[in-house]
């Protein structure tokens, strides 16, 4: 399988450190802002934003909440099995807030979707926005964009992409081709 | 923990022949499920475009509002029958009547019925899946899955625990899906009543009997205690309520003299002063309101686990 690598350890840094500095151009004062962290994936980035947020912008706390979409996919009764479901950690109301919507990789967008709807079950936000780490800017299956985003791919849809965390710290964001055998 | 597991059956007909690994799994999304029915908004669209049959041939109160609502909160179709008020009465089969349900393309069945094996019956007969709400005296599966789930949330793993089941045995489908389900989760299950309420081949299954119940309730971890059935008693099983109630019911002097006060469980309606006495089944011991509030998510559980096991094209 070959792999390559897209972000290394520093470019990590750099783009997670640009993403903080955009999202706190639009949302200072933090005082109507929600980070909403799609499970399981986006999780790591979330913590990761808020961190840097905190300790560098003072922005005070910053609201967040970890959202699980499975209940709300719409490829249930599609797959072979039931998808894994991930505890949802929302203890932020978000009705009249702007929220963000953080995850890893936007793919086809349907996560996104499932996650629009999912977040209506906590309230009605004043502005919803779409914050991922990398894009796959040729996949999307719905009209579907985000607001920020750390680094556009163009990936083949039989590739994969893949982050790999250190703890709470992103080392490397890598994309991995299977052997590909052309027709003959 | 298989998390991306399914379960093995289309069916949920009884706890006897579902392994080990399926309840695990319907616990475990249980507690997914628990967390859902608790936000501001309970409801998500997982079932949405699925119709729910509740077919319940025998009067209930709890177990049809919990499985209505479960039905809800996944946010399926739900159409309700309840044989006193349809057309059984004017001597429709089951059968016919069930047809006549599925021809108006339902995808799960909910069934109560106070014939054992009702359920069974129509699961060879229908492509819906089925849920067994209660068949006669033989299983209640989701309300052993739910007393499971309660048990687990209070006192944690159960893998080796004690758990006594009190009172009437004989007429309980409670009882027999309780003993079934808890032996398959590695609990060692005793059970102490009145003896012509117990049956006399339970040892068969593994099960203690204790005569005693202060004893029962020494040695147990949780006791559950069921309802005294009138209803499906033809002759006296016992002298009076009165007792029974002295002999077999679950008082705060009963529990006072104990080392340690097991975990109280009832699946209602509670008899108040004949199995457990009022100030027990308020007190902090039992845990019955828990058990009603668990038993939604539980079957929240059962039917999205069920209804993941078929694509809409295969739906009849």
Known sequence: MAQKTLLNQRD???????????????????DRTVLVGLQPRGAKLLKALVAQLEAEFATGPVANGLLDITFHRDDFRRREEPLAASPTEMNVLIEGKRVIIIDDVLYTGRSVRAALDALGDFGRPERVELCVLIDRRFSRELPIQPDYSGRRVDALNHERVRLNWNGSTLESVLLESPEYAPER | MPQNAKLQSRHLLGLQHVP???????????????????????RVPSLRDLTVANLFFENSTRTRLSFELAEKRLSADVVNFSASTSSVKKGETLNDTVSNILAMKVDLVVIRHSEAGVAHFLADRVPAHIVNAGDGTHEHPTQALLDAFTMQERIGSLEGKKVVIVGDILHSRVALSNIFGLQKLGVHVAVSGPSTLIPRAISELGVEVIDHLDDALEWADVANVLRVQHERMDRAFFPSIREYHKRYGITMERLNRLKQVPLILHPGPINRGVELTSEVADSPYAAILNQVENGVAVRMAVLYLLASQSAPQNVV
């Not at chain 1, 640009?18 to 639009?26: D, G, K, T």
């Open chain 1, 12 to 30: 990590c840094a750099v783009t997670i450190s640009r993403l903080c500095h955009q999202i706190n151009e639009v949302h200072v004062p933090w």
């Open chain 2, 20 to 42: 080990a690994e399926d309840i695990q799994l319907i616990l475990h999304w249980a507690g997914h499920f628990k967390e859902v029915i608790n936000r501001p908004i309970k």
